[in-house]
């Protein structure tokens, strides 16, 4: 991956709306030069997929909550069911797991509190949790999609 790539990929994470041309242009390639590159990057994996951002708040998604799970249970089988809990709920937009004294943390969108209660009661229903502690955000300062390219 060179500079020219690298540009590009800076351009479309800004605005994946663009047309060739006009990314061509931006990043001062001929459009089938521009074409071709954003070809590759898209065949290698590096572009994964092209997407809309959508604003939670407008949607009466108010609630973004992170929540920190410990297990005692650190088998195949209870990372299996982990998982298919976390991969099957909507509201569940991040998982990760961590080292140190936290297993898990989730970050879930919800619209208010009686909708996280509900993923709570739905959480430590199906699968067996020995912790779980969450903090709602009070205010988002910094959101970003766009990863650091040099």
């Known amino acids: 991956m060179d500079s020219k790539d690298r540009n590009i990929l800076k351009a479309i994470q800004n605005d ?4 060739v041309s006009e990314l061509a242009k931006k990043v001062n390639l001929s459009t089938s030069s521009c074409w071709r590159r954003v070809q590759s990057l898209e065949e290698s994996g590096v572009i994964k997929a092209k997407v809309t951002l959508l604003d939670q ?13 410990r297990t005692h249970e650190h088998t195949s089988r209870w990372f299996n069911e982990f998982n298919k809990m976390v991969s099957e709920n909507p509201n569940i937009m ?26 709570y009661k739905e959480m430590i229903t199906k699968v067996d949790l020995y912790d779980v502690s969450s903090s709602f955000s009070m205010e988002t300062i910094k959101y970003t999609t766009s990863l650091p390219l040099k």
């Open 16 to 19: 994946a709306n663009l047309t």
């Open 57 to 69: 708040k407008k949607l009466g998604l108010d609630l973004t909550v992170y929540s920190a799970i």
């Open 94 to 119: 991040e998982v990760h797991r961590l080292s140190g004294d936290i297993d898990y943390l989730i970050r879930a969108i919800v619209p208010d509190m009686q909708s996280y209660d509900d993923l």
